[in-house]
């Protein structure tokens, strides 16, 4: 089965400041999605990603997929405490985009 | 608000017990998708329909069960609940099995 490792696990920075945050598959990803989750709440979409070498924006959050597409990375510029939450990557290995495995999260705090 | 509703918001129900989640889909998309997030496993995929027919199945227990109805709404039901089943039951939906799944609000179950 596909696993998807995230780091790091949690994230404090301070506010203007830049981050990454990565997501390493087990397997070809046929597709990498980006959620981000209030604590306790749904997922929001942010982006996704299906071709190897694929760059997205959206505001000031960047996602990469590699050539080989088993890691990707979301960049965020001039972080924002509006961008505090929990970070998901979630991943089709199947190409139907029905069975998305996802890793255990990003948790960013965004500090004054 | 991602367009996908589900209730209830919260329910509290003891061991042994059966409950019924509902989820109604975002105007216009087919697939409908389950997963449970718990501390210890994190998201975890159910299972998905597609306009009225199962299309994947992921960790569901036996004891879990979903249905997709004529109107694209879904219901899971829960029986025989144990401790471990409490967590939050996210539905998604998507207009097209290979698209970007959008997520509701969830429900928490809390089992005592």
């Known amino acids: 089965s596909q696993e998807l490792e995230q780091s790091p696990q949690s994230l404090i920075v301070q506010e203007g400041k830049n981050l990454t945050i990565n997501c390493t598959s087990s397997?070809?990803?046929?597709?990498l999605y980006w959620y981000k989750q209030k604590y306790g709440e749904g997922l929001i979409f942010l982006m996704m990603l299906q071709k190897g070498g694929e760059e997205k924006s959206h505001e000031k959050i960047t996602a990469k997929l590699d050539e080989k597409k088993q890691q990707s990375s979301l960049h965020i510029t001039a972080s924002q405490p509006s961008h505090a939450g929990i970070y998901l990557c979630g991943a089709d290995g199947t190409g139907t985009a029905s069975k998305l495995t996802f890793g255990t999260g990003t948790r960013l705090q965004v500090t004054l | 608000d991602s367009g996908v509703t589900q209730t209830p918001k919260h329910l509290i129900t003891a061991t042994g017990q059966r409950v019924t989640l509902r989820c109604s889909p975002r105007?216009?998309?087919?697939?409908v998708y389950w997963y449970q997030q718990s501390l210890d496993q994190g998201l975890q995929f159910l299972i998905q329909y597609y306009n009225g027919e199962e299309r994947a199945k992921g960790n569901i227990l036996e004891r879990f069960s979903a249905q997709q109805f004529p109107d694209l709404h879904s219901e899971l039901n829960l029986s025989s609940l144990e401790l471990g089943d409490s967590a939050l039951y996210f539905c998604?939906?998507?207009?097209?099995?290979?698209?970007?799944?959008?997520f509701g609000p969830g429900t928490r179950l809390t089992v005592l």
């Open positions: 397997k070809t990803l046929y597709g």
């Open positions: 105007s216009g998309d087919l697939s």
């Open positions: 998604a939906s998507s207009s097209r099995p290979d698209n970007e799944q959008f």
